[in-house]
């Protein structure tokens, strides 16, 4: 029966890794910072629930990089068009 105790994962900041939470839904180290990513999974469940979130804190950190990257790139061109433009 204990294996349908629900328990609170999410990802805190300040520990840089998924945590389980305390019964306020905050980081047990960190009771101050806020958590993200907050799932409810069962007690059996926790180990796999952390992996995913630090999966999907990769994939969304990846993703987020390359939108920087391909934003610079294009101001970037736009400044050598218009330096183009101008001396033209």
């Keep these: 029966m204990s294996d349908?105790?629900?328990?609170?994962?999410?990802?805190?900041?300040?520990?840089?890794?998924?945590?389980?939470?305390?019964?306020?839904g905050r980081c047990p180290l960190h009771?101050?910072?806020q958590v993200v990513d907050i799932c409810e999974v069962r007690l059996r469940e926790v180990d796999n629930?952390?992996?995913?979130?630090?999966?999907?804190?990769?994939r969304r950190l990846r993703r987020e990089l390359i939108g920087w990257f391909i934003a610079l790139s294009g101001l970037l061109v736009l400044g050598y068009v218009v330096i183009f433009i101008i001396e033209f």
């Design 4 to 24: 349908q105790t629900l328990v609170e994962v999410g990802y805190c900041a300040l520990c840089r890794t998924a945590v389980e939470l305390n019964e306020h």
């Design 49 to 58: 629930a952390k992996a995913n979130i630090l999966l999907i804190r990769a």
């Design 31 to 33: 009771p101050l910072q």
